[in-house]
């Protein structure tokens, strides 16, 4: 029911309305001055708003729109995201960090529209220039949305394709070889306790995700045959892989240490990151880039720079589909072309990369005289 009075304070006759999406008292100025000569036709405009708001309260209750905010909206969204990796998780919370300073956790998840939304994804281009840290809130968004929609909290609609950010893909980051020999021998010299050790071979003689080695259990392996056990919580699949030679001497070492339990004793994969900056920081190769996902792509290039098949390397480093494989494979082979393209050389007297001279006919001196 919407009304028409005066505040006090104010020149203008105002309309008193409840907000249909909010469920909240709001109040509307009809631009007309409070006087006795315009109070009819400011009861008119409210009589057409009181409509207006009506058919609003309509669609909602036709769509079935199930009213709650956004905070326990987004709750039961993490709730059902539980068994996502703490990476996923991160960003879903680092997305909700951003959201609420546009939109008000405690407002109900029908002021998200597509206007808003679409305008909460061009805000967010004055705050990150970088292309990547954009996609990745317009694919929590994205998300988010599909989520409000399939729960009836709002109505369905299509983000418009010009606000999507278009990713860039990186170079993919390597260990140096200097670098990666500097790392080992100072595992030795640090006397680095078998806890991190472990998990420095592992990453690297396996290029497992470091999700994938977080939970992983003394009894996960067979040492006599040299195997690992281990569920990707990133694809959801159980793998059984071949361990390399190297690992034998230390994971034998640290079994025999620990008995059993977790091989690596790290509760999350942002406590191994830290264990492995620190590190980096006490050795002084920090500012190279190098993080613990370094370690798996150096693992992707290394098994195609030693002609480790596709097939091969994909069931090793546990890729849904080869395609993942394909774009590291993809990105060193160019690496390989641009060096073989240095071997070329069209200096002058150079005997190698020399055009040979063509010796022509007088028929065809003759036509390239005339042309």
């Given at each position: 029911m919407a009304s028409i009075y005066k505040p006090k304070d104010k020149r203008h006759w105002y309309i008193s309305y409840i907000d249909p999406d909010?469920?909240?008292?709001?109040?509307q100025s009809t631009k007309l001055l409070a006087v006795q000569s315009t109070k009819e036709t400011a009861e008119k405009i409210c009589e057409?708003?009181?409509?207006?708001?009506?058919?609003?309260?309509?669609?909602?209750?036709?769509?079935?729109?199930?009213?709650?905010?956004?905070?326990?909206?987004?709750?039961?969204?993490?709730?059902?995201?539980?068994?996502?990796?703490?990476?996923?998780?991160?960003?879903?919370?680092?997305?909700?960090?951003?959201?609420?300073?546009?939109?008000?956790?405690?407002?109900?998840?029908?002021?998200?529209?597509?206007?808003?939304?679409?305008?909460?994804?061009?805000?967010?281009?004055?705050?990150?220039?970088?292309?990547?840290?954009l996609y990745g809130l317009y694919k929590v968004l994205n998300k988010f949305l599909n989520f409000l929609f399939?729960?009836?909290?709002?109505?369905?609609?299509?983000?418009?394709?010009?606000?999507?950010?278009?990713?860039?893909?990186?170079?993919?980051?390597?260990?140096?070889?200097?670098?990666?020999?500097?790392m080992i021998k100072n595992l030795s010299r640090k006397k680095k306790n078998s806890n991190f050790t472990t998990m420095f071979y592992l990453l690297l003689y396996t290029g497992l995700r470091p999700s994938d080695l977080v939970d992983i259990k003394v009894e996960d392996v067979d040492i006599e045959s040299m195997t690992l056990d281990y569920y990707s919580s990133k694809v959801k699949i159980h793998h059984c892989i071949p361990l390399h030679e190297k690992l034998k001497p230390i994971i034998t070492k640290r079994i025999n240490e620990i008995k059993s339990g977790k091989l690596i004793n790290y509760a999350t994969t942002v406590d191994?990151?830290?264990?492995?900056?620190?590190?980096?920081?006490?050795?002084?190769?920090?500012?190279?880039?190098?993080?613990?996902?370094?370690?798996?792509?150096?693992?992707?290039?290394?098994?195609?720079?030693?002609?480790?098949?596709?097939?091969?390397?994909?069931?090793?480093l546990g890729h849904r589909t080869m395609q993942t494989t394909q774009k590291y494979y993809t990105h060193v082979e160019k690496l390989k072309l641009a060096e073989e393209l240095k071997k070329l050389s069209f200096k002058k007297g150079s005997k190698k990369g020399v055009i040979p001279r063509v010796k022509r006919t007088n028929f065809e001196k003759k036509s390239i005289e005339n042309s």
């Open positions: 909010t469920g909240r008292t709001k109040n057409a708003f009181e409509e207006e708001l009506e058919e609003r309260k309509s669609i909602l209750i036709k769509l079935n729109i199930q009213k709650t905010t956004i905070a326990l909206a987004f709750d039961h969204f993490l709730k059902m995201n539980a068994d996502k990796v703490e990476k996923t998780k991160y960003a879903y919370n680092f997305f909700y960090k951003w959201f609420t300073k546009s939109f008000n956790q405690h407002d109900p998840c029908t002021v998200i529209n597509k206007i808003s939304a679409e305008d909460w994804m061009i805000k967010m281009r004055g705050y990150y220039d970088e292309p990547n840290t399939e729960y009836s909290h709002i109505p369905v609609f299509k983000l418009n394709k010009n606000v999507k950010p278009k990713p860039i893909e990186k170079p993919i980051k390597v260990f140096d070889p200097l670098d990666l020999e500097k191994m990151g830290k264990a492995f900056r620190r590190y980096l920081t006490s050795i002084k190769l920090t500012g190279k880039g190098y993080n613990l996902r370094t370690f798996r792509k150096n693992f992707a290039t290394r098994a195609f720079e030693n002609g480790i098949n596709l097939l091969s390397a994909s069931r090793l």
